[in-house]
């Protein structure tokens, strides 16, 4: 067993299906996860240097000091999990708790005490500097939960089943607590960073798409110009209503104008602002004519920690595409 890179490790990644059938078969055996409605982080166990990081690499240290405090304490150095950072509110996962807390860093002490945050672990990359990537997860899985035994509250063992029915009840089940579907894993699979071995499976109260411009002050924006990727492009197929004030204000901290750009048109004419891709959730109720919305989109929320390429090109409910 090799010893862990110098290189930053990079996670594993999941490509969208549409249906539980849909991910059995996997190497080894198909395993099930819920998934978990938070932001994907990778946790480095260093003692006193222990950080977070988001999948695209930000630093995410200041904003959760109290589960940097406990993946120290419990998580021998040298350690790296993979998991999501969740936050609960009333028995529910809340996702816009979470993003306040990323917005709220200055004062994350109290943020930490009011709303305090879980790191749900589902993968054991490198253990005591000792690389695991290579190792099927079913093993990867038995040693993260030699690890877990006496984990504090702020930290725990996101649960796996291979058995089918415990799956589908939990994709039922959970859903009123705030998992929007499940991850799908072979129980013999390395861990692959930046591969797309995985597979899940979303409810579908919301659709992913990608929003590549704003109508309206990037700081206020109205609304979002939207598309799919297809081929490898960002194919525009509608815009979205009106944001409204309060969710314009959030979504306008992970808007990034692209330089050089300048403004462009929308489909209905007005100037827009183009911004660098920018994975954002719709409403399911959306209906689609010949590839394309038929009506502005209802936006939901942003989700920064995606990238385009995760979006389905051919979301439910595009019959016509």
Not at 60 to 72: G, I, K, N, W, Y
Not at 106 to 117: E, S
Request: hydrophobic share 45%; charged share 25%.
């Amino acid at each position: 067993m090799r010893h862990a890179r110098e290189e930053p490790v990079e996670p594993a990644l999941a490509r969208p299906v549409r249906s539980i059938a849909d991910t059995q078969g996997l190497p080894g055996g198909t395993a099930w996860e819920p998934k978990w409605d938070g932001m994907r982080v990778l946790a480095l166990a260093d003692g006193a240097a222990t950080a977070l990081r988001s999948r695209h690499g930000e630093d995410l240290t200041l904003a959760f000091p109290e589960v940097v405090a406990a993946v120290a304490a419990h998580v021998p150095a040298g350690t790296v999990l993979d998991g999501e950072l969740v936050v609960r509110r009333d028995g529910r996962l809340d996702f816009g708790a979470l993003q306040h807390r990323l917005a709220t860093s200055r004062t994350a002490g109290y943020a930490a005490r009011h709303a305090p945050a879980e790191y749900l672990a589902f993968d054991l990359l490198l253990r005591e500097h000792v690389d695991r990537r290579d190792q099927p997860l079913l093993e990867r899985r038995r040693a993260l939960a030699e690890l877990a035994e006496r984990w504090p509250a702020a930290l725990s063992l996101s649960p796996l089943t291979a058995d089918v029915d415990v799956a589908a009840g939990w994709f039922r089940d959970l859903a009123g607590t705030g998992a929007d579907g499940l991850v799908a894993k072979g129980l013999d699979q390395p861990y692959r960073g930046g591969a797309r071995d995985w597979l899940k499976v979303k409810h579908r109260s919301a659709v992913d798409l990608v929003a590549t411009a704003v109508t309206g002050p990037v700081d206020q924006p109205d609304a979002l110009l939207l598309a799919l990727p297809v081929g490898g492009e960002l194919v525009p197929v509608g815009r979205s209503r009106a944001v409204g004030a309060v969710a314009a204000l959030a979504l306008a901290r992970v808007l990034t104008p692209v330089a050089g750009r300048g403004a462009t048109a929308d489909p209905g004419s007005t100037v827009a602002t183009a911004i660098a891709p920018l994975v954002v959730e719709v409403s399911a109720d959306v209906r689609w004519s010949r590839g394309a919305l038929a009506g502005p989109a209802q936006f939901l929320r942003a989700r920064p920690e995606l990238h385009p390429d995760e979006v389905d090109p051919d979301p439910a409910g595009r019959p016509d595409a």
